[in-house]
């Protein structure tokens, strides 16, 4: 059983669209982080949240932490090819206890 | 970019046989981590290390091995490789005073 859920898994869209993706938990993070892995490489961080309601934004990306501190989700605005690539959410609960959910693929189509 | 690579980055080998995949960092990072990817599974923690050889095990610990004989070098080792060992293997290290972790390239694994 994953502890992270993240949905959906596979996302197929237009360019120009805009999508939301989730990573929802039972459990309370100290933190968390969304990831974004392209083919035949590793995970590159794109943000950390920490605060329970707190929203980032990166360009067309925004993220929110949950109230709770058990949940998140990303927001991409008009989105374009370049987005293309494996989303990974990770909640930690210290340093030495991270759990990642199994990701949600997205493809972005010209 | 935190300096961290992985040898070899792919690698075809059979049953039985004994692995060792290394990781490198240059940062002289504290914390490092070995993962496994698998699809549907996301990132699940082998072993980790918070110190020269000062390792500890993860989720998925069973049939690996760790070693930490300087600051610079994390080894994961499978004694006796099975097909159920065949994934991507990840490296990462913790950035100092955060939760947040940095990964490495990736090895390939495949065990015939």
């Known amino acids: 059983t994953q502890l992270l859920e993240q949905s959906p898994q596979f996302l197929s869209i237009q360019e120009g669209e805009n999508l939301t993706v989730y990573c929802n938990s039972s459990s309370v993070f100290s933190s968390l982080q969304w990831y974004r892995q392209e083919p035949g490489e590793g995970p590159v961080l794109l943000v950390t949240?920490?605060?329970?309601?707190e929203v980032k934004k990166l360009k067309r990306l925004t993220f929110q932490f949950g109230d709770a501190r058990k949940d998140s989700s990303l927001h991409i605005t008009a989105a374009q090819p370049g987005d293309t690539g494996l989303y990974l959410c990770?909640?930690?609960?210290?340093?030495?206890?991270?759990?990642f959910g199994a990701g949600t693929r997205l493809t972005v189509k010209p | 970019d935190a300096g961290i690579t992985q040898s070899p980055r792919h690698k075809v080998t059979e049953t039985g046989t004994p692995v060792t995949l290394r990781c490198h960092q240059t940062?002289?990072?504290?914390?490092m981590y070995w993962y496994r990817q698998d699809p549907g599974h996301g990132l699940r923690l082998i072993h980790y290390?918070?110190?020269?050889?000062?390792?500890d095990k993860g989720e998925v610990s069973d049939g690996y091995s760790v070693s930490r004989s300087k600051t610079e070098d994390f080894l994961l080792t499978l004694e006796s490789a099975t097909s159920s060992q065949t994934s991507v293997y990840f490296c990462a290290i913790t950035s100092r005073d955060t939760d947040t972790q940095y990964f490495g390239p990736g090895t390939r694994l495949t065990v015939l």
């Open positions: 949240v920490v605060t329970g309601g």
């Open positions: 990770a909640g930690a609960h210290n340093n030495n206890d991270m759990r």
């Open positions: 940062e002289n990072h504290r914390y």
């Open positions: 290390s918070y110190g020269v050889k000062d390792t």
